[in-house]
């Protein structure tokens, strides 16, 4: 690995909470990828941890729910062929999966009104506009 993956401010996922698992790849590769194992999967246990401050892990748990086993959240990664960059590519997806679930919510939208000049300016013109349309008739109107 190339150094500790940043969750977000001074939280760092842990490498010895990390489970990995790897698997032979699927799809082109030739020879070599039928010898090798380089597809990645890692495994965090996002309900035991200790990393986590306990409102992130709540959060995280809240809104990983459908994507969480017992608790544990896993990751894949194939799209390199090697098993290195996969395991790079897995961990830097967990932290930025674990970073968008235990972001704190946005603040609530504030309703604004629209002002009054506007909408006096928007009924002049309608009227403007409606006379000159009346004034294209060959009728009379009144």
Do not use: C, Y
């Amino acid at each position: 690995m190339s150094g500790p993956h940043v969750i977000r401010s001074s939280v760092v996922l842990p490498e010895a909470e990390l489970e990995w698992r790897f698997s032979r790849s699927s799809g082109p590769g030739g020879q070599h990828v039928n010898t090798t194992d380089s597809r990645v999967e890692v495994r965090f246990d996002l309900a035991r941890t200790r990393a986590l401050p306990e409102v992130w892990k709540r959060r995280a748990l809240e809104r990983l729910a459908g994507r969480l086993t017992d608790g544990v959240v896993s990751v894949r990664a194939s799209e390199h062929r090697s098993q290195f960059r996969n395991r790079e590519a897995a961990a830097v997806r967990l932290a930025a999966l674990l970073a968008e679930a235990s972001a704190p919510p946005p603040r609530a939208r504030r309703p604004t009104r629209v002002p009054r000049g506007v909408d006096e300016r928007r009924l002049r013109e309608k009227k403007r506009r409606s006379q000159t349309k009346r004034g294209r008739s060959p009728k009379d109107w009144g």
